[in-house]
């Protein structure tokens, strides 16, 4: 069954997906078509408008925030660097690749599935905001998960059984031009096998890349020695006004909590 899925998510990009990304930037990593694309200057630390001597790399980014877009835009998904772990990625707007997401976690169905948006204005799109702007100003973009009533502009088949939805904006480059590219939120999950641990290197779930579309390499995310570098994302539910509640501690609870209790003044049922 997952190399049937693998076939139907992979097929379209074997080749045409990857034209007008350099030889040097794309390597085939399975005999099944899946392509691994590596950013130049390490991932994250590649900002926009490079000086002059980094037209080289500046182009290759681009090239492939975009060749990663369009393979979402035709159902794919695609491994890639976050600012807490490596995650993977689909369309949140596209009922089969959210199956496909799942199939190749093989999580179950009533997890839910978290969205990535580009820039702070597109939250209120999706999500239902009712805390002030400052405070998202103030914890985004950044290793935290926020959890809202959702909008009816999300997908109604992203999460059916729950009216939240948690929102990120990671503090990386990459994924946050990936998700201004393809103008709309990416779906948006941990790059392993559903209960198993959390990814820092693309090589550390190698077993899935045969059922990608694409993998992106930003090289190491953090510490590999670390465990605390492999918790995710603090997610915290803001749906009730005046209070919130930490559904998972991740890796930046003491610095979350401190902003929305001692700055905002809201209360914790945790």
Not at 103 to 119: D, E, F, T
Request: glycine share 10%.
């Amino acid at each position: 069954m997952r190399a049937a899925l693998a076939a139907a998510v992979r097929l379209p990009f074997t080749l045409a997906a990857l034209n007008g990304c350099s030889a040097s930037t794309v390597a085939p990593v399975c005999k099944e078509g899946c392509r691994l694309l590596t950013l130049p200057g390490g991932g994250a630390g590649v900002p926009n408008g490079l000086c002059g001597q980094h037209t080289h790399s500046a182009a290759g980014w681009s090239s492939i925030v975009h060749t990663t877009a369009r393979v979402l835009q035709e159902g794919g998904v695609v491994g890639v660097p976050t600012d807490t772990i490596y995650g993977l990625a689909c369309l949140a707007q596209n009922s089969q690749s959210i199956k496909n997401m799942y199939s190749v976690k093989g999580r179950n169905g009533s997890k839910p599935l978290a969205i990535c948006v580009g820039n702070i204005e597109d939250i209120y799109r999706y999500c239902h905001v009712g805390v002030p702007d400052q405070l998202l100003q103030d914890l985004l973009p950044g290793p935290v998960t926020l959890v809202f009533e959702r909008s009816d502009a999300l997908n109604p088949d992203l999460n059916p059984f729950t009216s939240l939805v948690g929102v990120r904006i990671p503090d990386h480059a990459f994924i946050r031009q990936l998700s201004q590219a393809c103008s709309e939120p990416l779906a948006l999950t941990s790059a392993n096998i559903s209960s198993q641990t959390s990814t820092l290197m693309v090589q550390e779930f190698q077993d899935l890349w045969p059922q990608l579309s694409l993998v992106v390499d930003g090289g190491p995310v953090g510490d590999l020695m670390s465990p605390q570098c492999r918790l995710g994302s603090t997610v915290v539910d803001l749906s009730v006004s005046g209070k919130y509640t930490v559904i998972r501690p991740g890796c930046a609870l003491k610095h979350t909590a401190e902003i929305l209790g001692k700055k905002y003044g809201l209360t914790t049922d945790s």
